[in-house]
């Protein structure tokens, strides 16, 4: 009998240890009697356990509570929330039965303390007279009131409300708005500079002397100060002059406006690119920028590219916040099979012009001059290909990127989207008249151990005739990695061209990344509504690649090998910069 004893209370103590410190596991989870809110909605966004979590009473407790405050705060004063526990060695099956009763719905709104200020009306609220009570959308009202009255000069502002009862299940609502004194500034200083002039950041942040302080205003402010990328930092200060004016303190720390990048890949021993750029991002100390760059390619068969291009940008054109950018160029083209050489120079010059936080138009004008020189093996096929030697086009394009990354140089979440129109005619004078389409899509989706990239890229003609030494090729590191270097699209490239990517990134240790991707696309000749119904197997890579985050930027290793043809050997390479 003794051993038994000593048994039962080691089972016993086992039992407890168990319970305090693994605690309860949840076999079931149900609600009953719910009618306005779907039990997976409960389940998920109020609750906070679910099947399989260790719970103690107090977790159990607290569901308890939050689906209480919940129909509280939906407007179901009269809801009850009964709960019944059962629990069966360490399981416990929990069932909460709600009584929701009739919600509350409001009557009247009325707004104090807003007498006499045109810009404030009812409008502006969240909630609405005849709408359900609901406590969300109450805060939400406030925080409006609150943004309206700082935006016109109310740094001050405090808003309140008041809930009151007038029929069994009506209410009122009162939004008390205590503005305080309006607000104007009074002085604005810049301290820290030393290259960048006075005269440009002031105007850049664009808030002056006499005109309503706004908290909002000084933060946008302090950002467009940052997009220069004249600057490492930016803060501001706020010194109180009197009651009804506020003093501005821009205080700045310079970044250096030199710098130099220089780029450098290699693909399966039989290609090369190099570049190098420099650059000057604050000339005359007004922000201008200039830059230089050339670039290099070579594919060890005969085959090479130069590009020289300068770029030189003001953000404000004629004294305007209109940013213009010029940009001489000069490329050569040299290919040994097919025999032909292609030299290309010229000018674009463009503008943009923000239209939302995450919304940018830009319009340009390009002018190029180009001369074909062919082989003498191919001097017979020329009158039957309908090759221009020389040609001059002249183009208009409009562009609409929308752009919602967290990070533009290393994005995990958001989208990059572009749609672009390019027209070019006799009107503008050249030698070419088409009209031609690109749509490009981009986006990221982070998890938790993954990064998931995708990209969807559409272009060709719609009309006219697109010049032959102004098509479209694939192939390579940054478009289909299965296949050489503008491999596809020989001997002068095609009218039409549609790619697609999608990555699996999976993160390692000290910024290393594994990348499992697969690329897929094709060119064609026609118009491009036309050729993308009678493409029916495009080209399909697979592969994987390593890479290696550094403080500028990625460099990756790719292999991949073609699918779709099944024909081609594998490729490798090693290059910097992601591919989207």
């Not at 003093?247 to 450098?264: C, D, T, Y």
């Not at 549609?498 to 990134?505: K, P, Q």
Request: proline residues 3%.
């Amino acid at each position: 009998c003794v051993g038994r004893g000593f048994e039962s209370l080691h089972r016993l103590c086992y039992m407890l240890i168990y319970f305090f410190l693994v605690g309860l596991v949840v076999a079931k989870l149900d609600i009953l009697g719910n009618k306005a809110f779907k039990t997976d909605m409960l389940r998920r966004e109020v609750i906070a356990i679910k099947e399989g979590d260790h719970v103690d009473e107090a977790d159990i407790r607290r569901a308890k509570n939050m689906l209480e405050n919940f129909y509280h705060n939906k407007g179901f004063w009269t809801s009850k929330v009964d709960m019944m526990v059962s629990r069966k060695d360490s399981l416990v099956y929990i069932y909460f039965y709600i009584e929701e009763g009739f919600p509350m719905s409001v009557r009247e709104i009325e707004l104090k303390g807003t007498e006499g200020d045109a810009f404030c009306s009812e409008d502006i609220l969240a909630i609405k007279e005849g709408e359900i009570y609901d406590y969300r959308k109450i805060l939400v009202s406030m925080l409006k009131l609150r943004q309206l009255y700082e935006l016109h000069g109310y740094p001050e502002v405090e808003v309140d409300y008041e809930c009151k009862r007038i029929g069994a299940y009506e209410v009122r609502l009162v939004f008390k708005v205590r503005k305080g004194p309006q607000v104007r500034v009074g002085e604005v200083e810049v301290h820290g500079n030393s290259k960048v002039r006075k005269d440009m950041i002031l105007r850049e942040a664009g808030i002056k002397k006499g005109e309503l302080y706004s908290t909002r205003k000084v933060d946008d402010a302090q950002s467009r100060l940052y997009m220069t990328g004249l600057f490492d930092k930016v803060e501001v200060a706020t010194e109180r002059i009197d009651s009804t004016t506020m003093k501005l303190i821009f205080k700045v720390e310079e970044r250096k406006p030199r710098w130099v990048k220089g780029e450098f890949g290699i693909g399966g021993f039989i290609e090369t690119y190099a570049s190098i750029g420099w650059g000057y991002d604050n000339l005359f100390g007004w922000g201008e920028k200039l830059q230089l760059e050339v670039r290099y390619f070579t594919n060890f068969k005969g085959g090479y590219d130069w590009r020289l291009y300068s770029r030189y940008t003001t953000p404000y054109f004629l004294k305007f916040r209109w940013n213009v950018s010029v940009t001489p160029f000069y490329e050569l083209k040299h290919r040994v099979a097919p025999d032909y050489e292609i030299r290309t120079w010229g000018v674009r010059g463009e503008t943009k012009r923000g239209i939302t936080q995450h919304a940018m138009l830009y319009l340009a004008y390009d002018q190029k001059w180009r001369k074909l020189n062919i082989g003498e093996a191919y001097q017979m096929m020329e009158a039957q290909l309908l090759i221009d030697t020389s040609e001059i086009t002249n183009a208009v394009s409009a562009d609409l990127l929308i752009d919602t990354r967290d990070n533009p140089f290393r994005p995990e979440r958001g989208v990059l989207g572009r749609l672009g129109l390019r027209y070019a005619g006799y009107r503008l004078g050249g030698d070419n008249d088409f009209e031609e389409l690109g749509v490009e899509f981009t986006g990221y989706y982070k998890y938790d151990f993954m990064l998931i990239a995708t990209r969807a890229k559409l272009a060709g003609k719609l009309s006219g005739r697109l010049p032959r030494l102004d098509r479209y090729f694939l192939g390579g590191p940054y478009s289909l990695r299965g296949y050489e270097t503008d491999g596809l699209g020989q001997p002068y490239g095609k009218e039409n061209m549609v790619l697609s990517n999608i990555e699996f990134r999976v993160r390692l240790p000290r910024d290393f990344m594994i990348v499992y991707f697969v690329d897929m696309g094709e060119v064609g000749d026609g118009v491009l509504w036309e050729w993308l119904r009678t493409i029916k197997r495009p080209y399909v890579n697979v592969g994987f690649g390593l890479w290696k985050y550094l403080f500028v930027g990625v460099v990756r290793l790719d292999i991949a090998m073609p699918v779709i043809p099944e024909t081609g050997s594998m490729k490798w390479w090693l290059v910097f910069g992601e591919p989207f």
